[in-house]
């Protein structure tokens, strides 16, 4: 049973719109999360996280937000860009401890972004 | 340049054959871990290590075995390799220290292994 639930394996968006990406999880005790992006042939990149003491988190183009008592998360790409193109994963980990994080993986969004 | 080195990239076995996965990082991160990746079901841990000579088993462990000597090396043992462990194989690193704002992992560019 997946705890980490990505339920879109696709997504298309024109260029210069919004890309919303979606992530649920079962687990109660996640208490940190991230966004990693993957191209093809290549390792995931961390792009964004967010604690639960906070519901927003932004970097430049990209917005993480956190309901909790929906236990949902979204990544927001504002514009999108035909650079986006990638396989996007949503990961989860229990609060954090001070020697290193496992973290649960959804099973990935791959958005594409059309010019 | 700085990061996680995987070798091989690509690795043909067959069934019953063993093989080393290697993983070095020149970051000086204490923890380490494996990670598998298929189709639909994300990334998922094999072992994980948070300092050398410390290892423990994660979500897929059998099958697989790992040491950690140095800070920098985490090598994954298959012991002998059967059609379901074909997948793409990720290592990845981070710092285990509690304080940073970031606590997420960098990953090597992965093995795509094929067990025939």
């Known amino acids: 049973d997946q705890q980490v639930k990505q339920n879109s394996p696709s997504l298309s968006v024109q260029e210069g719109r919004i890309s919303i990406l979606n992530c649920d999880y079962t687990?109660?005790?996640?208490?940190?999360f991230l966004w990693y992006k993957k191209y093809p042939a290549e390792g995931p990149t961390f792009l964004i996280s967010i604690s639960s003491i906070k519901d927003k988190n932004e970097d430049g183009r990209f917005t993480v937000f956190l309901n909790k008592s929906a236990k949902h998360l979204s990544l927001h790409i504002v514009p999108s860009q035909p650079g986006d193109s990638a396989v996007y994963f949503c990961?989860?980990?229990?609060?954090?401890?001070?020697?290193?994080?496992?973290?649960?993986f959804g099973p990935g969004t791959r958005l594409s972004v059309l010019p | 340049n700085a990061g996680v080195t995987q070798t091989p990239k690509f690795q043909v076995l067959k069934t019953g054959q063993s093989m080393t996965l290697q993983c070095a990082q020149d970051?000086?991160?204490?923890?380490m871990s494996w990670y598998r990746q298929d189709p639909g079901m994300g990334l998922r841990l094999i072992h994980y290590?948070?300092?050398?000579?410390?290892?423990d088993q994660g979500e897929v462990p059998n099958g697989y075995n790992v040491s950690r000597s140095t800070t920098e090396d985490f090598p994954l043992r298959l012991l002998s390799a059967a059609p379901s462990q074909t997948s793409v194989y990720f290592c990845a690193s981070s710092y285990s220290s509690g304080g940073r704002e970031d606590y997420g992992y960098t990953f090597g560019s992965g093995t795509r292994l094929t067990v025939v």
């Open positions: 970051m000086n991160h204490e923890y």
């Open positions: 687990n109660s005790m996640f208490d940190y």
């Open positions: 290590s948070v300092g050398a000579g410390i290892t």
């Open positions: 990961a989860a980990t229990p609060i954090l401890r001070n020697y290193g994080q496992n973290f649960v």
